[in-house]
């Protein structure tokens, strides 16, 4: 599948929910302080101000965030080929970041609360040199998708036949049988060289 997969409008629509989230929140922390000032007897003039403010906020959130917003979602796309799953993203400065199948060693399908409301998701992709510890130690993310579910098991199966041994691994925890059979020959090598030395 070379031919190149965009994120879905949702994406885009998941953006300008999270910025009306923000505003909302913004506007009903105003409110609260608004309510304590006016309750407190405190001075009205301050208030008018916070309002102000919040507002001023608010506008240039929209203002500037959401072209940004936009642009970076026309920008973004994705292209699977047979060996690398290919990032292309940026706005001013374009960037292709190539992620090769023998460096994969999992995928992770990540549906946010705005993801799952919109019905689209995200495939994080996680390489042999990134521990993963928090959601920014991924290589690479397929974010936007609406056939999440197929591409993630398309993915899997392609680095499965490229790492045969790893999928048994993972799938069966208690039972290691390379990881013992290599431990073996190491101990055994180890005797070899103390046998040899003399010690």
């Not at 917003?69 to 994705?78: A, R």
């Not at 579910?149 to 790492?163: F, G, T």
Request: glycine share 6%; proline share 3%.
């Amino acid at each position: 599948m070379e031919n190149p997969l965009k994120p879905d409008r949702k994406y885009l629509i998941k953006g300008i929910w999270i910025f009306v989230t923000i505003s909302a929140l913004l506007a009903l922390l105003t409110a609260i302080t608004h309510l304590i000032i006016y309750l407190a007897e405190g001075d009205m003039r301050a208030a008018e101000i916070l309002w102000i403010v919040c507002l001023a906020i608010i506008g240039a959130m929209w203002v500037i965030a959401y072209p940004i917003l936009y642009l970076w979602y026309k920008n973004l796309e994705y292209r699977v080929y047979e060996d690398r799953v290919s990032i292309h993203k940026g706005i001013l400065t374009k960037t292709q970041q190539n992620i090769p199948f023998r460096a994969i060693t999992d995928f992770a399908l990540v549906r946010t609360l705005y993801d799952r409301f919109l019905g689209i998701g995200s495939i994080k992709i996680q390489t042999a040199g990134k521990h993963v510890s928090s959601s920014s130690q991924y290589e690479g993310n397929l974010a936007g998708l609406i056939n999440y579910d197929q591409l993630h098991n398309e993915l899997r199966e392609k680095v499965k036949k490229l790492h045969p041994v790893s999928e048994t691994v993972t799938t069966r925890e208690g039972e290691k049988p390379a990881d013992t059979q290599v431990w073996q020959e190491i101990l055994k090598e180890l005797r070899e060289i103390r046998k040899n030395t003399g010690r």
